[in-house]
């Protein structure tokens, strides 16, 4: 009897204990409010991954626009993480815990996303982001989703479109070695040797390498058919121009690191990337075409000046950004009037077949599926040099 | 696999030779003041933007980079003589703290304007290539290394030939009495940090030929201009050349032979490889100073 008074006095106290530790499952909303968290490089030197962050704060702005989801406005507050795990940890307290916002979203970085990975899911705070590791959704994380492509699907992508040319089997890997690039490479790798092809050499080429000259004449040494890159924009830049010095005629597929028309534009040699170099596609037609005009519109509308390049239209990452604004307002959308954690977690998880009107594929979620999307395209210029959205090698995306 | 090794050297020294300039603009800076210059990277970086902002305003290539070079001589000067000069009596841990942080600020300020994208400085030549024989050599070779070869002979005359070489060996060798003989060496020190300066700011616009521009530009490439430093022996400039050269080539060749890992980390082995070996590198002279 004795034993059984202390154990509800201790059952008492940790019930009421346990909300304070974790996050109120309504916090961040108000009557007229839903305050969100937008975590993502806003300095330093993965700044321009930033256009991550603002194609779906301009989605929420839109919204917000048409009168909000169920009376409520989007309240958004701007953390930066700079791209590194201490800075992001400490970003994300003060989202969490100071600023009490509902969720978090945004955040490209696959490093800051696996390091606030055991906080979220202390606090039970949902994200939903377009960092590329899969590890943040698999296995499953109860609140944490991918409505933009993980490093498998883009990495099977490439992969799956290098080898959808009968004519390439041999392929060679140059990538950066850091978790982001393996990512994309060892998924890519593991599809090469399923699918009947041959992985000739990984080979290493580092932030801030300022020459590709080794790795493309290891590249025209082995004979290989087709490179694929899993390397940010700079030294995708200086890998394409190099191979082309050399001679080496290989089909190049870069990462999604990359901006695809800034790289053509700075590589500025057309024979260097004419019916050459490829990108997995996010996409469901061109950038530039009807079918994605609203977005370019709502993104000039929405985003002040600063949010925005400063020259040229909103480029590939507000577009690829967008969907995770889309998502997370469907989720309000369908958790109703007076939504909660559970009931947003529960929304997204009843998505099927849901068409944002940007990426390639539709979104399903469900209970043990926390990435929404798998199919892609392939994006590259043909040999006149026009930009065009492929299916598989030679057959264009119809326009 | 041989086949590839005469390229393999020519690239080396290419690439070699811009390791060369960066050493050679910190080498200028400490000879004179006998401060490591470690925010050096920074000012490498702020010369390639200064030349892509005066590009963007509409000067040609040739007005646009005398332009950045003299603005990073001026910065030099005034970094000098406003946050140096004032605790050039410290210690000389202070006036490495004090140059690193300038390089950070150079760097955040960098990142505030062009943090969020990657831009191109855009060469002023067409980018050709030529063989000869079976190597590829490339205009940005051709322009880099004679442009690095041109400097070198022109600071071997200055060092070695003029009064102010004879001045600069003087102020290297002894402060106070280059002082006692009435030399300025407050405003020899400006004079000296400005002309490493503006040498860094030509490396960074030659390395801006070859790579996107970034904040962090001239981060990665510091550490082969200290290596480079290293191995042909802080302080001497001719040194600093040989030791870049010869850095670009054991890149390109463990990179391509042994691994490609190899090409990140060359220089921090040959850093600590000369140091435990020669510390005075292959033509440094034998000397104890404070850092």
């Known amino acids: 009897m004795q034993l059984s008074k202390t154990f509800y006095a201790l059952a008492a106290v940790a019930a009421l204990a346990s909300p304070a530790l974790a996050a109120d499952n309504m916090q961040g909303i108000t009557a007229t409010t839903i305050k969100i968290g937008n975590l993502g490089p806003f300095s330093g030197d993965a700044a321009v991954f930033n256009p991550l962050n603002f194609g779906p704060e301009a989605y929420l702005r839109y919204i917000n626009d048409k009168g909000g989801i169920h009376g409520r406005k989007f309240e958004t507050v701007f953390a930066d993480s700079a791209c590194n795990e201490a800075k992001g940890i400490a970003a994300a307290k003060k989202l969490i815990y100071e600023d009490k916002v509902f969720m978090i979203m945004g955040n490209p970085c696959s490093g800051v996303a696996m390091a606030i990975k055991p906080m979220l899911e202390q606090e039970g705070i949902p994200w939903m982001g377009p960092a590329a590791n899969p590890k943040l959704t698999r296995p499953t994380s109860p609140a944490m989703f991918h409505t933009t492509y993980t490093g498998i699907e883009s990495g099977e992508a490439m992969a799956g479109f290098a080898l959808s040319n009968p004519a390439i089997k041999k392929i060679a890997i140059v990538e950066h070695s ?13 599809f090469i040797k399923k699918n009947g092809g041959e992985v000739l050499t990984r080979i290493a080429m580092e932030r801030g390498s300022t020459d590709g000259t080794t790795q493309a004449l290891q590249v025209k040494t082995l004979g290989a058919q087709a490179v694929l890159g899993c390397l940010y924009q700079p030294e995708l830049i200086i890998l394409l121009r190099d191979l082309q010095k050399f001679g080496v005629a290989a089909t190049v597929v870069g990462a999604l690191g990359a901006d695809f028309d800034q790289t053509v534009q700075q590589v500025n040699s057309p024979a260097a990337v004419r019916d050459k170099f490829f990108q997995p596609y996010q996409f469901k037609a061109k950038i530039g075409t009807p079918a994605l005009k609203e977005f370019e519109d709502m ?41 909660s954690r559970e009931k947003w977690i529960a929304a997204i998880e009843s998505i099927k077949d849901f068409d944002t009107g940007v990426l390639a594929d539709t979104v399903t979620f469900s209970k043990d599926k926390h990435v929404g999307v798998s199919r892609m395209y392939a994006v590259g210029l043909d040999k006149d040099g026009k930009q065009t959205v492929y299916t598989a090698w030679g057959k264009p995306l119809p326009e | 696999m041989l086949a590839v090794l005469p390229q393999l050297i020519v690239s080396g020294i290419a690439t070699g030779m811009l390791y060369a300039l960066i050493a050679l603009s910190v080498t200028v800076g400490y000879r004179a003041t006998t401060v490591v210059n470690f925010g050096h990277g920074d000012l490498v970086m702020a010369g390639a933007y200064a030349t892509f902002v005066f590009v963007g305003s509409g000067l040609p290539f040739a007005p646009a980079l005398i332009l950045a070079l003299a603005s990073l001589f001026l910065f030099g000067v005034l970094t000098q003589r406003v946050f140096m000069q004032p605790i050039i009596n410290g210690p000389h841990l202070s006036l490495a703290m004090m140059a690193l942080a300038i390089g950070y600020a150079v760097r955040g300020g960098a990142r505030l304007e062009w943090g969020s994208e990657v831009v191109i400085l855009g060469r002023p030549y067409d980018q050709g290539a030529f063989m000869v024989g079976s190597v590829v050599l490339t205009m940005d070779d051709l322009v880099i290394s004679g442009f690095v070869v041109a400097l070198l002979l022109t600071l071997a005359i200055v060092f070695h030939i003029t009064p102010i070489g004879r001045l600069i060996q003087a102020v290297f060798q002894s402060q106070r009495g280059a002082a006692l003989v009435g030399l300025n060496v407050h405003a020899f020190h400006g004079m000296m940090w400005g002309a490493g300066a503006a040498l860094g700011a030509a490396g960074g616009v030659l390395l801006g030929l070859l790579v996107p521009l970034s904040p962090d530009l001239g981060v990665y490439t510091l550490i082969r201009g200290f290596a480079a430093m290293t191995l042909g022996g802080f302080g001497s400039p001719f040194g600093a050349v040989v030791g870049g050269i010869v850095l670009g080539m054991m890149e390109k060749l463990l990179g391509f032979y042994v691994s490609t890992v190899f090409i990140d980390i060359t220089a921090y082995l040959v850093t600590i490889l000369v140091l435990l070996i020669r510390p005075s590198g292959l033509f440094g002279q034998r000397a104890t100073v404070r850092i």
């Open chain 1, 178 to 190: 850091n978790d982001w690039a393996h990512g994309y490479c060892n998924p890519a790798s593991d």
């Open chain 1, 299 to 339: 993104f000039v509308k929405y985003l002040k000046k600063d949010e925005l390049p400063k020259a040229g239209p909103p480029t590939n990452f507000y577009y690829f950004g967008v969907p995770v604004g889309i998502v997370t307002v469907e989720g309000f959308r369908r958790a109703g009037p007076s939504p």
